[in-house]
């Protein structure tokens, strides 16, 4: 995934989402979308991830779950900047590891 600025290419800014084209939805209950929530090097390439909410049951619109997402992906502890993922899903990696160890 790129970004065009004129003649140059590059990676996307931080926040970018992706949500049409090459994502399904099905309304406001089912839908994916690609996320870019960190920043990028110039010497590296973008590596969005991609988010699948399989059914949503709360009263929070596909905007506001695509700015939840890009929120949790700047309040995860062990790092000083913005990762790739939500920190929930840290949180549960650095568990699932420790469990595994035990």
């Not at 290419?9 to 089912?30: E, Q």
């Not at 991830?49 to 939840?68: A, F, G």
């Not at 890009?70 to 993922?85: A, D, E, N, R």
Request: net charge negative; with cysteine; hydrophobic share 35%.
């Amino acid at each position: 995934m790129f970004e065009k600025v004129g003649s140059e290419v590059i990676n996307p800014a931080p926040g970018t989402v992706v949500d049409t084209g090459i994502v399904s939805s099905d309304g406001s209950n089912t839908f994916d979308f690609y996320m870019v929530a960190n920043d990028n090097p110039k010497t590296a390439t973008a590596l969005p991830v991609h988010y699948t909410v399989t059914w949503n049951t709360t009263d929070l619109t596909k905007r506001e779950i695509q700015e939840l997402t890009y929120q949790q992906c700047h309040s995860y502890q062990g790092f000083g900047g913005p990762i790739k993922v939500p920190a929930a899903c840290k949180y549960a990696e650095k568990l699932a590891n420790y469990a595994a160890h035990i």
